[in-house]
């Protein structure tokens, strides 16, 4: 149980272009779901967390106007990267939570690999 | 804020040898603990985590851990090592009430033949 899909699990795009990434809860209602943005041999660095119905909410220092959060429905959450350009090639996770239990954990997908050329 | 500090950036330890993966919290409220292992190219996948009650977690794959307060850490064992644990492990803290995970920097476990 517990399981977290991203698609697609890579992408490569050209400058200026947008970019959307899935995050599905498959088998649970994540009432809230994060997105994180991890550089080579570095540490997770959370983007923003989004609930069902709502706005995101972003870090400081991370654009909204840039990194577009959607949490249409409690199984599926959309980050895309508007005009992206080669500085934001990443490694983008994403990690969904339920509140049906009190486990305090994140499930995440295994991660999108972005590259912009 | 709450900071996590993993102090060892590679850890190359041989087969079926102990390893400790050590992490520091600094935080001035309450917070939960976790591990996390994380293979190429795959997402995180948790490990252990502690929440209250007993100082020493068990979790998968033979890992534990034990929170001492005190010292404020939360250090990651297992007593023997396989080459199948080779990863990059992160530390992770959470303030209680709050959802927000932090991470640290991470480890790299490299098991050698």
């Known amino acids: 149980g517990a399981v977290v899909s991203q698609h697609p699990s890579w992408v490569i795009c050209k400058s200026g272009t947008s970019v959307k990434i899935e995050c599905r809860s498959l088998?649970?209602?994540?009432?809230?779901m994060f997105w994180y943005r991890q550089f080579p041999k570095q540490s997770l660095m959370l983007m923003a967390t989004?609930?069902?119905?709502?706005?995101?909410?972003?870090e400081q220092g991370v654009e909204k106007d840039k990194f577009l959060i959607n949490h249409a429905s409690l199984t599926l959450s959309t980050l895309t990267v508007t005009s992206a350009h080669p500085e934001d090639s990443s490694f983008y996770i994403c990690?969904?939570?339920?509140?049906?239990?009190?486990?305090?954990?994140?499930?995440f997908g295994p991660g999108t690999r972005l590259t912009v050329t | 804020a709450q900071s996590v500090t993993q102090l060892d950036s590679q850890v190359p330890v041989f087969e079926e040898a102990p390893v400790e993966l050590r992490c520091n919290y600094s935080?001035?409220?309450?917070?939960?603990l976790f591990w996390y292992v994380q293979y190429p190219n795959q997402g995180l996948q948790l490990l252990l985590k502690y929440l209250s009650g007993s100082t020493l977690v068990k979790g998968i794959n033979g890992f534990e851990a034990e929170f001492n307060k005190s010292q404020t850490s939360f250090h990651l064992r297992k007593p023997s090592v396989h080459i199948s644990d080779t990863a990059e492990y992160f530390c992770?803290?959470?303030?209680?009430?709050?959802?927000?995970?932090?991470f640290g920097t991470g480890t790299r476990l490299t098991v050698i033949p």
């Open positions: 992770a803290v959470r303030k209680t009430g709050a959802n927000n995970l932090f």
């Open positions: 088998d649970f209602q994540a009432t809230t």
């Open positions: 935080s001035s409220v309450s917070v939960y």
């Open positions: 990690s969904a939570e339920t509140r049906s239990t009190v486990s305090y954990e994140q499930y």
């Open positions: 989004s609930n069902e119905g709502s706005k995101a909410t972003y």
